[in-house]
């Protein structure tokens, strides 16, 4: 892991309405951020979350604009870059055991031994990539998963981040994984949490590639855990890759983008199965639609 060697890191400069801590948070978190910290103010909320530098600040820009789409009263209000912090020794205290769904547990590595009995534990280094088990979004994807039966399974992860969902679909029995992401950097994170989790490198194929961009093949479940405009992007090309009787699970959307995105499933050629909310996060399970026969 290089968490901690850059000789530099980028910072931006959240701001929203007095009391979106928690809305602040979650945007710098499923923009990739390495880290993040409260900026006191009484007319404002102010976060200022962290981001590595091997990319370009742009890059993270790009990141944050498509998380603060459905959000017009948060805003940019600061960047620039900052001397490293040893964010992993901090870190260490801000990730205790969570319980997930019915039966998994995500557990930091120095957590290992403390798992709740009759939980699968999920092994996961907070780095740098998208996915540590905290959000609402990832939460609801795992619980999906759960409801449905993967064993034997295989399964697709697109924008895969730390490879959480890899990880418990192999947990809950699949048999084989593609694990997709845009960001190569991410990659090796990836690899550092299967490792954790004595997955073995041929069960969880890792890819670099944009959505579902020069994929082929089907697979009978595939997952998306991003935002809301990526996830419109990709679904005319998720019937074609699904196995009749196949599976896609959606998060990374919020409650008040449900009627839209229902609406472009409908369009897309897929009925939904499942779906689930916490907070202001909404995910959902879907199928290929059956069509009635005419006549």
Not at 102 to 112: D, I, N
Not at 127 to 138: I, L
Not at 187 to 206: A, F
């Amino acid at each position: 892991m290089n968490i901690a060697t850059d000789g530099f890191w980028w910072y931006v400069t959240l701001e929203g309405r007095p009391g979106s801590e928690e809305v602040l948070a979650s945007l710098a978190e499923m923009s990739g951020s390495i880290g993040s910290e409260e900026i006191a103010r009484e007319s404002a909320s102010l976060l200022r979350a962290y981001f590595r530098s091997s990319q370009d600040l742009g890059y993270w820009i790009g990141r944050l604009g498509g998380a603060l789409e459905p959000w017009p009263e948060v805003r940019v209000a600061d960047m620039g870059k900052i001397e490293n912090r040893q964010w992993h020794t901090e870190w260490k205290e801000a990730f205790p055991p969570l319980v997930v769904g019915e039966g998994l547990v995500v557990l930091a590595p120095w957590h290992k031994g403390e798992e709740p009995e009759g939980r699968t534990p999920l092994y996961i280094y907070p780095g740098s990539a998208f996915g540590t088990g905290y959000h609402e979004s990832t939460q609801i994807v795992l619980t999906l998963m759960e409801r449905a039966a993967l064993t034997g399974a295989s399964a697709a992860d697109i924008g895969a981040g730390s490879g959480i969902l890899s990880i418990a679909a192999v947990k809950l029995g699949a048999r084989h994984v593609l694990a997709r992401d845009l960001d190569p950097a991410v990659l090796s994170e990836i690899r550092h949490n299967l490792g954790l989790n004595d997955i073995p490198p041929d069960v969880v194929e890792l890819e670099q590639g944009n959505l579902l961009d020069g994929m082929t093949g089907r697979v009978d479940l595939l997952m998306a855990n991003i935002v809301m405009e990526p996830l419109l992007e990709m679904l005319p090309g998720v019937p074609g890759l699904l196995e009749e009787g196949g599976r896609a699970l959606f998060s990374g959307l919020l409650v008040k983008e449900r009627e839209r995105f229902v609406g472009a499933l409908d369009e897309a050629g897929l009925a939904i199965l499942d779906e689930l909310s916490l907070g202001d996060w909404w995910g959902v399970a879907v199928t290929k639609r059956v069509e009635e026969p005419c006549g």
